[in-house]
T-cell receptor, first 113, second 113 residues
Framework: AQKVTQAQTEISVVEKEDVTLDCVYETRDTTYYLFWYKQPPSGELVFLIRRNSFDEQNEISGRYSWNFQKSTSSFNFTITASQVVDSAVYFCALLNTGNQFYFGTGTSLTVIP | GAVVSQHPSRVICKSGTSVKIECRSLDFQATTMFWYRQFPKQSLMLMATSNEGSKATYEQGVEKDKFLINHASLTLSTLTVTSAHPEDSSFYIC?????????FGPGTRLTVT
């Protein structure tokens, strides 16, 4: 069975603080992909990152960084020096070998100016 | 990346009427498209997988006679919500697959009054 868990339903931080969004996944597939998407109030999903199961290298893109730990089945997302524009719902997702997406329940991030 | 469009972006219809939502891959051909539904403050749930030229595969609990899917060409899939009711009000998102990539449309917000 595939499952993605985002335990944090809502997070509020003050602008310029760092924030980490947690994601834990379950799958029996040996090959899979993990994603993070941002969903602003408009509703459109904004792709942030894709990571395949064989690549555990952490990645940094500007203020965003991702920590993939296969040993704990986690794929956490950190925003450094948060900004008001970062306020959105963030979804972690798993794409399995059958090409089906499994989305977490999302974390609603509010950055307070 | 590739672009997927949806039309309309918003639609309001009266209870009992039917409404059609289009999903188009603008710059690539997609043999497989997916339809998701997202209720307010909830995650995306896969409704059905649409394969060009064949019948759609529906997820458990999704009524195929109520949510008609047609994938008549490699660039267009349509979702028709028949005899819509207020509980069908939701955000409908499609995605299109190109190789190992999936691209999401901007979504259609359906309100049934």
């Amino acid at each position: 069975a595939q499952k993605v868990t985002q335990a944090q339903t809502e997070i509020s931080v003050v602008e310029k603080e760092d924030v980490t969004l947690d994601c834990v996944y379950e799958t029996r597939d040996t090959t899979y992909y993990l994603f993070w998407y941002k969903q602003p109030p408009s509703g459109e999903l904004v792709f942030l990152i894709r990571r395949n199961s064989f690549d555990e290298q952490n990645e940094i893109s500007g203020r965003y960084s991702w920590n993939f730990q296969k040993s704990t089945s986690s794929f956490n997302f950190t925003i450094t020096a948060s900004q008001v524009v970062d306020s959105a719902v963030y979804f972690c997702a798993l794409l399995n070998t059958g090409n089906q997406f499994y989305f977490g329940t999302g974390t609603s991030l509010t950055v307070i100016p | 990346g590739a672009v997927v469009s949806q039309h309309p972006s918003r639609v309001i219809c009266k209870s009992g009427t039917s409404v059609k939502i289009e999903c188009r891959s603008l710059d690539f051909q997609a043999t497989t498209m997916f339809w998701y539904r997202q209720f307010p403050k909830q995650s995306l749930m896969l409704m059905a997988t649409s394969n060009e030229g064949s019948k759609a595969t529906y997820e458990q609990g999704v009524e195929k006679d109520k949510f008609l899917i047609n994938h008549a060409s490699l660039t267009l899939s349509t979702l028709t919500v028949t005899s819509a009711h207020p509980e069908d009000s939701s955000f409908y998102i499609c995605s299109a697959r190109q190789g190992n990539e999936q691209y999401f449309g901007p979504g259609t917000r359906l309100t049934v009054t």
